[in-house]
């Protein structure tokens, strides 16, 4: 019997494909959101949300991820930007290989916000790197403040925690300082935006992050160029 | 649920790595799962199980080693185990501590076995 060391990734064909965007993004000086959460969260309003804030100028793309449907992409074309549904036919997760498919008839030339939302699911994304420049987790108010301790892989993966459906923190037991604990418990570091899809609320400090985020990805690139 | 892709991941690992080992069959595969790489090891055992079934593949036996989350003090480079979300450095006390491990997903090592060489369970002829 003969032990032969492996030592690689086990997606280690998705981290690949993953790199490779990934260098493509840095090269065309690409911010590139993943954005997670459990279904109903509120991605796809607070997607919504984003896309009406924007001058029709500005150059925005999205890719939504589910596994049945053309709902949320019907949903986000009313904005004007380009918008591909990517319907997995019963895959929980995106992965690489599908963001570089549905990229390939795009002129990235022409993209410097790429804002990728995942399939509904706080697991299994959580595994998939897709060549994002970060992962945002969105968690809302009625899902319960111990989310982080239960699903803490992609809290712990995520720069940024959106919490959502503030305007309901009068009519549901939620402590929205214990949620903003466990997550920081789950990664010390994250930071955390507390917005209101319905009534707008928050919605400022969120596109406050995007944008500063976008520029740094754009000095990052200036810089190699 | 992503557990069965996972698993046909770790087996085209296997199936690589055997075809630069001629005249051997994979016996063993180990893989290192991190507790917050959010994957289920019994799910993980029951989809690998599944694909590997009246397969080439059936004896080829899975070895998970879980792996902690690990944390290293940024004030006197301890490292240690966290636990409970626990991320004081035991030894110093400070809380500027970074997390160095704990989502692994890899693959660790295959054993092979020569064609003719007895399985576990017979007789060894070593």
């Not at chain 2, 902690?68 to 809380?95: I, M, T």
């Amino acid at each position: 019997m003969e032990r032969v060391p492996l030592e690689q990734k086990v997606l280690s064909e998705n981290d690949r494909v993953a790199a490779k965007l990934r260098e493509k993004f840095q090269a065309h000086g690409i911010f590139c959101l993943n954005l997670i959460s459990s279904p109903g969260s509120g991605k796809t309003s607070l997607l919504e949300r984003t896309l009406e804030s924007f001058s029709p100028r500005e150059r925005v793309a999205v890719l939504t991820g589910d596994i049945q449907t053309e709902n949320d992409a019907i949903r986000l074309r009313r904005f004007h930007f380009p918008v591909k549904q990517i319907t997995t036919g019963g895959t929980c997760h995106l992965d690489a290989r599908m963001i570089e498919k549905h990229l390939a008839d795009w002129r990235l030339e022409d993209i410097d916000l790429l804002l990728i939302e995942n399939v509904g699911n706080l697991v299994c994304p959580s595994s998939y790197d897709l060549g994002e420049t970060a992962k945002v987790v969105v968690l809302s108010v009625p899902e319960g403040e111990d989310k982080p301790l239960k699903y803490p892989s992609i809290f712990f993966k995520s720069d940024l925690l959106v919490l959502n459906k503030i305007d309901l923190l009068p009519y549901v037991p939620f402590d929205i300082h214990a949620a903003a604990d466990n997550a920081r418990r789950i990664h010390p570091g994250i930071e955390i935006v507390k917005v209101s899809c319905l009534n707008r609320s928050g919605l400022h400090e969120w596109l406050m992050w995007l944008e500063q985020k976008r520029r740094a990805a754009k000095v990052v690139h200036q810089a190699v160029s | 649920m992503h557990e069965l892709g996972i698993a046909s991941s770790v087996l085209q690992a296997v199936k690589t790595e055997a075809a630069r080992h001629a005249g051997t069959r994979p016996s063993k595969v180990g893989i290192r799962i991190g507790e917050l790489a959010a994957i289920d090891q019994d799910s993980l055992r029951f989809c690998f199980d599944a694909i590997t079934r009246e397969t080439e593949f059936e004896s080829l036996q899975l070895e998970i080693e879980l792996c902690p989350r690990r944390h290293r003090c940024c004030d006197c480079a301890h490292e240690f185990v966290v636990q409970d979300y626990n991320f004081r450095c035991p030894q110093c006390a400070s809380l500027d501590t970074q997390c160095i491990s704990g989502d692994e997903l890899e693959l660790a090592f295959l054993e092979v076995e020569e064609y003719g060489t007895c399985t576990a369970g017979t007789k060894s002829t070593e």
